[in-house]
């Protein structure tokens, strides 16, 4: 059954640091990966999806992932982190069947000024 | 944005009393889910439909019962709501079957049983 594994529930960072946020995927057949974003009182959006087209995928807001297939994981980063990046961030597997979606527990990024 | 609406927004209920959400799209998507939030687990599934009056069980579907009886609309029912069932609730849509494909997210419904 396929599941993620995202480590840390919450992340710290100053303005303008590095981001990254982990997450491990298990999977017993090549996996549709997801990262969405939720802003506080919102739905979530997506931010970047893999579909095994290439291995670094590049999503919305500065924010890329990298599938790592040796390492069974999806970090997601970003450069330079800005204010309006606080939010709380999902990462997610797809089941095979009607594309249901299985999420991580969630990341939520804090950004100190 | 997708047209996804969800309705209501925020209730307050009471133990033991029926209560029905609904989701409304515009986007004229075949398939539709519902999920529950909670602190510490993520987003969860609780049911889904592939179709009008096609709908099947999701994880946590233990207390809710779903109808779809137009594509534009998925109603999610708690028949008997519990403390446990407070949560938010969000619905989404995606346009097709593959694994591939993402979901839109409504706006979510907060709901608190006392």
């Given at each position: 059954a396929q599941s993620v594994t995202q480590l840390?529930?919450?992340?710290?960072?100053?303005?303008?640091?590095?981001?990254l946020l982990r997450c491990n995927y298990s999977s017993s057949v090549p996996p549709y990966l997801f990262w969405y974003?939720?802003?506080?009182?919102?739905g979530l959006q997506l931010l970047l999806k893999y579909t095994s087209a290439a291995t670094l995928v590049k999503g919305i807001n500065g924010f890329e992932a990298e599938f790592k297939k040796?390492?069974?994981?999806?970090h997601l980063t970003k450069?330079?982190?800005?204010?309006?990046?606080?939010?709380?961030?999902?990462?997610?597997?797809?089941?095979?069947?009607?594309?249901?979606?299985?999420?991580?527990?969630?990341?939520?990024?804090?950004?100190s000024p | 944005d997708a047209g996804i609406t969800q309705s209501p927004r925020h209730k307050v209920t009471e133990t033991g009393t029926p209560v029905t959400l609904r989701c409304h799209q515009t986007?004229?998507?075949?398939?539709?889910?519902?999920?529950?939030?909670?602190?510490?687990?993520?987003?969860r599934l609780i049911h889904y439909s592939y179709g009008v009056k096609?709908?099947?069980?999701?994880?946590?579907?233990?207390?809710?019962s779903v109808s779809r009886s137009k594509t534009e609309d998925f109603l999610l029912t708690l028949e008997s709501a519990t403390s446990s069932q407070t949560s938010v609730y969000f619905c989404a849509i995606s346009?097709?079957?593959?694994s591939y494909n993402e979901q839109f997210f409504g706006p979510g419904t907060r709901l608190t049983v006392l």
């Open positions: 840390g529930s919450h992340v710290s960072v100053s303005e303008g640091a590095l981001v974003v939720q802003y506080p009182n919102q040796s390492e069974t994981s999806f450069p330079s982190a800005h204010m309006s990046d606080a939010a709380e961030y999902f990462c997610a597997v797809s089941r095979t069947g009607f594309q249901k979606l299985v999420f991580g527990t969630g990341t939520r990024l804090l950004v | 986007e004229n998507h075949r398939y539709m889910y519902w999920y529950r939030q909670d602190p510490g687990h993520g987003l096609d709908t099947d069980k999701g994880e946590v579907s233990d207390g809710y346009a097709g079957v593959r």
